[in-house]
């Protein structure tokens, strides 16, 4: 959910101010979900668990020139881990230009098995707000606080899409580029905690690139495979039988997305 929300907002905000001028009907609302597969769970640049599947579903709908939206996320270790966690969000983004799309949000993080580092942690609430450019690099620039772990997070994005389909012979194929980098500050006595992952310090930077192979079976149904890579400067922890936080991380997905 994290990694696709700055994207999400421009297409599904474009398609919100040709709702407004038509009249907006249930026949508006949009359905998109993927079936993720990832061989670690990083997020902000923290391992947080091994092998994962990662399943989603996010509902849109036009409102006021803009789109509302809501959905889950959810993190379920197939090996090695505890991480289960379930994401809970809902936002609005409006087009305050032809360029500029402004996103509003909240998320409910749920941790059903939240032990380990931090027992006492099991949900926190977080808002963000954001701006995306409908420009080249589609760059995204996104702030989030954490009531419960009293958390700020600052990250940009960049992204770019490369059609193959005019050189292969072959339509719907496509190989799509993303970096961010991010700083994310916390309260002392916290720490950079996630998921029942606690590190020491009350602050780090971050960053992250992915690339994936793309193919479109049709206009709702589309699959990728990819390899990521982020880096950390916060330094490494022991977990169990699980080293989490690792400054450096690098690891393969596979996603099944549809639209509608």
């Known amino acids: 959910?994290?990694?696709?929300?700055?994207?999400?907002?421009?297409?599904?905000?474009?398609?919100?101010?040709?709702?407004?001028?038509?009249?907006?009907?249930?026949?508006d609302l949009s359905i998109t979900g993927t079936f993720d597969f990832e061989t670690q769970y990083v997020f902000r640049g923290v391992a947080l668990a091994q092998q994962s599947f990662q399943p989603s579903v996010e509902f849109g709908f036009p409102v006021l020139g803009g789109d509302l939206y809501t959905g889950v996320w959810t993190n379920q270790p197939i090996t090695n881990g505890t991480a289960n966690e379930i994401d809970f969000y809902g936002g609005f983004a409006y087009p305050v230009t032809d360029m500029f799309t402004v996103d509003v949000g909240f998320t409910y993080y749920w941790y059903p098995e939240g032990v380990g580092a931090t027992p006492g942690i099991s949900q926190t609430r977080e808002i963000y707000v954001g701006v995306s450019a409908d420009v080249i690099l589609s760059p995204a620039l996104y702030f989030y606080y954490d009531f419960d772990l009293e958390q700020t997070v600052l990250e940009g994005s960049i992204g770019y899409s490369f059609d193959l389909g005019e050189y292969i012979?072959?339509?719907?194929?496509?190989?799509?580029?993303?970096?961010?980098?991010?700083?994310?500050?916390a309260d002392a006595a916290n720490g950079s905690q996630r998921g029942g992952v606690a590190k020491a310090g009350n602050g780090y930077t971050y960053l992250g690139v992915t690339a994936d192979l793309v193919y479109a079976f049709s206009e709702n149904v589309s699959s990728s495979l990819g390899v990521r890579y982020s880096y950390n400067n916060d330094g490494t922890l022991a977990q169990g039988a699980?080293?989490?936080?690792?400054?450096?991380?690098l690891w393969f997905g596979a996603t099944l997305g549809f639209a509608y």
Do not use: C, H, P
């Open 169 to 185: 012979g072959t339509e719907g194929v496509s190989f799509d580029l993303g970096g961010y980098l991010g700083w994310l500050n």
């Open 242 to 249: 699980i080293t989490t936080g690792k400054e450096n991380n």
């Open 1 to 27: 959910m994290k990694k696709f929300i700055a994207s999400l907002a421009i297409a599904t905000a474009a398609a919100g101010l040709s709702a407004q001028e038509t009249g907006s009907s249930i026949s």
